[in-house]
T-cell receptor, first 115, second 116 residues
Framework: AQSVTQLGSHVSVSEGALVLLRCNYS??????LFWYVQYPNQGLQLLLK??????LVKGINGFEAEFKKSETSFHLTKPSAHMSDAAEYFC?????????????FGTGTKLQVIP | DTGVSQNPRHKITKRGQNVTFRCDPI?????LYWYRQTLGQGPEFLTY????????KSRLLSDRFSAERPKGSFSTLEIQRTEQGDSAMYLC??????????????FGPGTRLLVL
């Protein structure tokens, strides 16, 4: 069964500092991988997705993630944190099979940005 | 495109009562999903519809839970005889199935249920 593990349930960074949120996946076949962001009392918004081809994926709000097969990782980064980035971030994985592509989410990482 | 909407946004009920939530997907989307999210956890898949057909249900969806999508548009999720353990955020998502490739799921704001 596919799964993702997010390392660190809480991450704090200073405004302007690098953001690094870690995600490792487990899948028997090359998966689809995603990062979603959730602001308080809101639903999830897709930040970026890896489906094939380019291993460095650029998303919205200046975020990007790199798919590393050898490390089974898909870490999320942003060069300079902004106060508005404070939210909870979820890494997710889906298989590539036909029909319904079940999405499995990690437990989330809450990002705190310190002024 | 007004996005996925869910009603109500919050629901407080007493244990043993029935509750029903509604989800309106993005209009052209033929797939609709329900997830449950408890505090400190990521969303967990409950069920999904392709048009009006319910094609998969998680084992998390006990007999007290039922979901419908009668005309392939909006969907309802009903919980009968609610229990305190049902307290969670219930998220709905929709996507457009093109028959191949990945279809992005777009999430609604969720309905937060509190069972007293």
């Amino acid at each position: 069964a596919q799964s993702v593990t997010q390392l660190g349930s809480h991450v704090s960074v200073s405004e302007g500092a690098l953001v690094l949120l870690r995600c490792n996946y487990s899948s028997s076949v090359p998966p689809y991988l995603f990062w979603y962001v959730q602001y308080p009392n809101q639903g999830l918004q897709l930040l970026l997705k890896y489906t094939s081809a380019a291993t460095l994926v650029k998303g919205i709000n200046g975020f990007e993630a790199e798919f590393k097969k050898s490390e089974t990782s898909f870490h999320l980064t942003k060069p300079s944190a902004h106060m508005s980035d404070a939210a909870e971030y979820f890494c997710a994985v889906s298989d590539r099979g036909g029909g319904y592509q079940k999405v499995t989410f990690g437990t989330g990482t809450k990002l705190q940005v310190i002024p | 495109d007004t996005g996925v909407s869910q009603n109500p946004r919050h629901k407080i009920t007493k244990r043993g009562q029935n509750v029903t939530f509604r989800c309106d997907p993005i209009s052209e989307h033929n797939r609709l999903y329900w997830y449950r999210q408890t505090l400190g956890q990521g969303p967990e898949f409950l069920t999904y519809f392709q048009n009006e057909a319910q094609l998969e249900k998680s084992r998390l969806l006990s007999d007290r839970f039922s979901a419908e999508r009668p005309k392939g548009s909006f969907s309802t999720l009903e919980i009968q005889r609610t229990e305190q353990g049902d307290s969670a955020m219930y998220l709905c998502a929709s996507s457009w199935d093109r028959g191949r490739g990945y279809q992005t799921q777009y999430f609604g704001p969720g309905t937060r249920l509190l069972v007293l």
